[in-house]
Every structure is written in C-alpha cells, then in structure tokens.
C-alpha cells in the first residue's frame, strides 16, 4: 500500500468511527504531505455541509476589560505587563456595541475579557440580564476565565447561555510551563466540567504550536476533545507577544492548525468550529482557508476601535482599525469567496439541541 492510501483510509476510519489509534492520531498530525492535507480537508468539509450545509455563523466580539489578575506566560494583558494601556468599557458601551451589531445581523455576542475583580458576580449578572432584556433573541456567550461554580450558575440564572473556556493543554506539565504556579490546571478543567454541570454550550480549545507542545500533547487534547465532547472547540496558533516572557518563540503555524481544524471536524462532527483572528493574523487567507477545512464559525470584533489595540493578547492583530460595519463587508466577501455564506441565526450547537430533547 502506498503512503497516500494508507493516510486516505486512516481518514476514512476517522470520517467513519470517529476514532483512530494514539499512533494513526500521530501520523496523521505529523503528515505534511499537500495530497493527504487536501483530501483530508476534503472529508472535513464534506461532514460539515452534511450537518450544517453553508451557513457561517457570526458571533460578535466585545472584549470589555483588558484587566486581567493573571500572568499566563503568553499573554499580552497578563497582569506584570506594565506597558499594557488597561480600559474597561461601561455598560452603556457595551450595549452600544450589541445594538450596533444587531443591526448588522448578529444574533450572538461574546463578553469577552481578563480576569477583572472589578466585573464582580453581581455587575456581570447585571450586565448579562440588561443585555438579554434589549435583545431576547440573542445568545449571550461569556469568555471570561476561571470562577467558582456559584458564579457560573448566577451568570447562567441572569441568561448567559454558553461559555468559551480555552484548557490551552490537556498536559498538566505542559500547562504549568505555559502558567505562573497560582494557577492550576485541576481548577481549569473543574471549571470546564462545573460549566457542563450547570447547562452552558460549552467550548474549550487549545493553542497550537505554543512553546514546548509536542505531537503527544496535541494527541492529548484530542484525547480530552473526545472525552468531553464539548459543543464548541475554538483553536488558534500561538502569535508571540513582545511584552511577554516568551516573546521570543517561534509563532505556530496556519498549516498545522488548518490541519487539526479538519481532524476535530471530523472527531467531533457536529461540532460548533470558529477559524480564529488568531489564523487570519498568521496568514492573510487564514480564515478561509479554516472554513475550507471545515470551520463553520467567524467571530468579528464589534469593540470600540479607540480599545481595540489595547485587547493585546498577541503581536500584529488584525481588524484592530476597522470599524464594526466594514468588518462584516469585508468578512462577507471572504466568506462569499469560499462558497459559503454569511447567516443571520443564534447557530445553536446540534449537539446540544438534541441532548436538551
């Protein structure tokens, strides 16, 4: 048998069963061949037409605090960069921003920013029931880290309906080595499994080439993928940042993420895939080239642009001058150029509508 055959049916077993062995998982992640990369993204967007045809689905982004308690090693807001320039925005921005994107056809928002002491249980739960009230239709998503289970359950009483929390890395040794000793890798997947327990959609995700991953931990988190079965996986490639302690790494790369977009589509099928800023900041067809290989999720920025730059997580981010309304011109052209479109719908996860019947 040929190389080339025997990847095409390590692929078709996947399509098939979902499952591979820890050895033709590695394979295939560690294959750089184009022909086995092009039919594997094939078969991803072949599954992804077949549970979600060709609607991309937009979720709007207001990063609103750029305040953060923690010092994760990657990360440009983390709390010992003293040349971040730190904002908060007030309610009145933030439902600012949600009516200009509804206008625009969004139909989710995702609250997104740092650990910020200052956005206490009870101004978040305000903030997320005044939100819910203007906008019934809409589905609120919160990233907003690590919390104990009792403020997870009053974001989810005030209407919060799903929650993004990356676990970066399924390996502990790896994830100490990406954060400061405070921070613990058991509390971030309890605050994972607390989110499942309360009724979030949940999503999780890991960076790609961040500094020390290997193919066996990228064969880990695939693992955990598998195991959770979250509703939304969101994965970027790590982009370095110059005020951080590992500013000085190689960036991943669009290759190797496009490349496990397409092996999660096809994992976990009905999944909920965003191609990431993160992509389209490493390559300028990054974004298409993620729904190429089976994403199915965009998140523009609807953030203030005077902020924008401020939301520093990583070097050279792009659409940090463009306002809200050429965003989604210039998105819709991007999408509309792969053969897919644009939708205005909430884009619930399959998976979870069926577990609520």
Known sequence: MNTLCYYQNLIKKLTKQQDLTNEEFTALLTCEDRAVTDFLTQRARAVREKHYGKDVYIRGLIEFTNHCRNNCYYCGIRRGNDKAQRYRLTREEILSCCEQGYQLGFRTFVLQGGEDAYFTDKRLSELVFAIKNRFP????????????????????????????????????AHYQSLHPAEMSFDHRMQCLNDLR?????????????????????????????????????????????????????????????????????????????PATTALGTIDSLGRQKGLLAGAN???????????????????????????AAECIRCLTRQVDSTGYHITINRGDSIVFMERKK
């Open 137 to 172: 239709d809409c589905a609120i998503t919160l990233s907003i880290g690590e919390r104990e289970k009792e403020s997870y359950e009053a974001f989810f009483a005030a209407g919060a309906e799903r929650f993004l929390l990356r676990h970066e890395t399924a390996d502990q």
């Open 197 to 273: 327990t309360i009724g979030y959609q949940v999503g999780c995700g890991m960076m790609i080439g961040s500094p020390g991953q290997t193919p066996e931990h990228l064969l880990k988190d695939l693992r955990f993928l598998q195991d959770f079965q979250p509703e939304m996986v969101g994965i970027g490639p790590f982009i370095p940042q110059h005020d951080t302690p590992l500013a000085k790494y190689p960036a991943g790369t669009a290759t190797l993420t496009v490349r496990l977009l397409a092996i999660i589509r096809l994992l976990l099928p009905k999944v909920l895939l």
């Open 297 to 323: 999720v965009l998140m523009p920025n609807l953030s203030p642009t005077n902020v924008r730059k401020k939301y520093a997580l990583y070097d050279n981010k792009i659409c940090t001058g463009e306002e």
